[in-house]
């Protein structure tokens, strides 16, 4: 993984090339405190500060300053600095004035590459470093940069090389780091414990079987939290079967896994107060003779009977198993991820992730966090009415509606059936992925929501 911690440094008075930054109400007055000739490369570059991402160099003997127009001068986002920090030669950095706050994370990952199945090694231009006098909020700059990056390269990562077992591994090396206990259920414990996340993965080849993988780490004393993310390592949509199209992309099925266990990292490094609980249940959704059909009823954990409407609505069943297995522990709050619905793609796009909730003060809490952050959720309604819609003739619910309509919404009451009454509970149903690169922000796998439910959890527990 990149070294993030060299990218970021405290600003002690070391040399380091001038970023000035100008925005379309100030830069008018920037340039008349400009030398003339500044002036005359910025026209002959047709430089007028109004283009956010736009960056000019200034000569300074050997050396150079840089000019990059931004939104807003005084509230810089956490993307303003990514096109400087891929583009810019070598060497150390600072603001002319001002402080990077947000920016930083920008900076930091738009030097972020994941290059693992490149046969030739790409050109290094080496590292741009930052300097900052916000020295205190180095270190959590960097666990939220190394955060993302984890989604980012768990999600790129091709679903051959990465199935339940290597999910596994993952949450193992994080355990080992990070002084956090593994518990794993598979095989007759979780055909008998979790009958749905088995069904679910009952196709898979041996190599690749299912399971539920199980974090946790804090004082018993603290309030519990459990963090749920949907490891769809593969998804074909099993017997019901994707076309080529809606597979090409399902590699990135486990994102909701990638979230909750980058969330639990940022968690335990930060030391919240808090007993974490996370849990994955990872699977590959195949096509064998042990797939799973259907029409098929299987009991969950929670003795629910659940009629198999359709075997791509895998994701809520695999979560249904874990949500029930968390409340068990009657954690405080239960927050899950998952790349659920394309219902909810076609609501909010690929940037917005759905954010449903038990409650309105935790989804107002949510929301102010993810403003204050930059990372953006949407509410959507639990609307109970469209409850009908999951109705079995013979059994207690199905997993999937039969209308093409409200689809995200019917996704998140299926789930909310196996959230008991009194527990605060939030969902995301996101993308985990960027259709198309902007600055900082390669196409491929991507953190949406990571920050928001972070910023929630510290404001809750540290008053941070």
């Known amino acids: 993984m990149t070294d993030f911690a060299s990218l970021l440094a405290p600003d002690t008075g070391q040399k380091a090339r001038l970023i000035h930054l100008v925005d379309k109400q100030n830069v008018e007055a920037w340039l008349k405190t400009r030398p003339a000739e500044d002036r005359a490369l910025l026209d002959a570059h047709r430089f007028d500060g109004k283009k956010p991402d736009a960056f000019a160099l200034l000569p300074r003997g050997g050396e150079f300053e840089v000019v990059s127009a931004v939104k807003a001068v005084d509230a810089l986002s956490p993307w303003c600095l990514a096109k400087l920090a891929e583009s810019l030669p070598e060497g150390t950095y600072k603001l002319a004035s001002g402080k990077p706050g947000a920016a930083a994370l920008g900076w930091l990952l738009g030097q972020h590459r994941f290059d693992a199945y490149r046969s030739k090694e790409q050109p290094e231009r080496g590292p741009r470093a930052l300097l900052t006098a916000e020295a205190a909020q180095i270190e959590r700059m960097v666990r939220l940069a190394e955060a993302t990056a984890l989604v980012r390269d768990l999600v790129n990562t091709p679903a051959g090389s990465l199935g339940p077992a290597e999910l596994e591994q993952a949450v193992r090396q994080a355990g080992t780091e990070l002084g956090a206990q593994v518990r794993i259920t598979a095989g007759k414990d979780l055909d008998t414990g979790y009958p749905l996340?088995?069904?679910?993965?009952?196709?898979?080849?041996?190599?690749?079987?299912?399971?539920?993988?199980?974090?946790?780490?804090?004082k018993p004393s603290d309030p519990r939290l459990a963090v749920i993310g949907k490891g769809v390592c593969f998804d074909s949509g099993g017997l019901d079967l994707k076309s080529a199209g809606g597979m090409r992309l399902m590699k990135k099925d486990m994102g909701g896994a990638a979230h909750a266990l980058a969330l639990a990292r940022l968690v335990i490094a930060e030391k919240l107060?808090?007993?974490?609980?996370?849990?994955?249940p990872a699977v590959e959704n195949a096509v064998s003779g042990g797939a799973y059909r259907p029409g098929d009823i299987v009991k969950s954990r929670a003795g629910t009977f659940v009629e198999i409407d359709n075997t791509d609505a895998e994701g809520r069943l695999i979560l249904a198993d874990a949500l029930t297995r968390a409340a068990e522990?009657?954690?405080?709050?239960?927050?899950?991820?998952?790349?659920?619905?394309?219902?909810?793609?076609?609501?909010?796009?690929?940037?917005?992730?759905?954010l449903f909730a038990s409650d309105d003060a935790l989804a107002a809490d949510a929301e102010a966090a993810s403003r204050d952050v930059d990372d953006p959720l949407w509410r959507m309604p639990l609307w109970e009415p469209y409850g009908e819609m999951l109705k079995s003739d013979i059994a207690d619910v199905a997993n999937s509606g039969g209308a093409p309509m409200a689809g995200c919404i019917t996704a998140a009451l299926f789930l909310k059936r196996f959230v008991p009454d009194g527990i605060a509970w939030a969902h995301l149903d996101t993308y985990a992925w960027r259709d198309a690169a902007s600055p900082g922000r390669p196409k491929g796998g991507e953190a949406l929501g990571l920050r928001a439910i972070f910023a929630l959890l510290q404001r809750r527990y540290a008053g941070g």
């Open 329 to 354: 522990d009657k954690p405080e709050l239960m927050v899950d991820f998952a790349t659920l619905t394309g219902a909810a793609r076609i609501a909010l796009g690929p940037e917005l992730p759905a």
């Open 273 to 280: 107060p808090v007993r974490l609980h996370l849990l994955i």
């Open 197 to 218: 996340i088995a069904a679910v993965g009952g196709a898979a080849s041996e190599a690749r079987a299912p399971r539920l993988i199980e974090l946790e780490w804090g």
